[in-house]
């Protein structure tokens, strides 16, 4: 972040049942059009003395005509507290977990119409529904 970057923290709370320090931060920047959740992360973390993989930085809303923004920030006691408690999308974002994978949204529901035609005991099995000739 450039010298011309100020950063204050407000509405600062301490939550012990998430395992975290919560705040809403002011970033002013005069000079810069907007300012990126790493670099904002990283800095929150030197205040703080925690490591940029503990801080999740989200929500970040540019005033308009630009120079300040409001973000929202948590930073977890441990890496372990952030992946248990973060949101799972963040956890992927930040490269601590992995996406899970699944069908398309069009093949999940061809499948479930497809089980529609199926009674009892042969949708566990996934026998084919007769045909009518």
Do not use: W
């Not at 809403?24 to 973390?45: F, T």
Request: aromatic fraction near 6%; charged fraction near 35%.
């Amino acid at each position: 972040m450039a010298d011309s970057v100020t950063l204050r923290t407000r509405k600062f709370q301490r939550n012990p049942l998430l395992a975290r320090k919560q705040m809403v931060a002011d970033i002013i920047h005069p000079d810069q059009a907007g300012i990126s959740k790493a670099s904002l992360g990283e800095k929150l973390a030197s205040l703080y003395k925690a490591t940029p993989e503990q801080v999740s930085v989200f929500g970040l809303r540019t005033a308009y005509g630009g120079g300040k923004t409001t973000a929202f920030a948590c930073i977890y006691d441990s890496v372990e507290a952030r992946k248990k408690f973060d949101a799972k999308h963040r956890l992927v974002r930040a490269g601590l977990a992995t996406k899970a994978e699944r069908a398309s949204r069009q093949q999940r529901k061809q499948r479930k119409n497809r089980m529609k035609t199926l009674r009892g005991t042969e949708k566990v099995k996934g026998k084919k529904a007769k045909k009518d000739s």
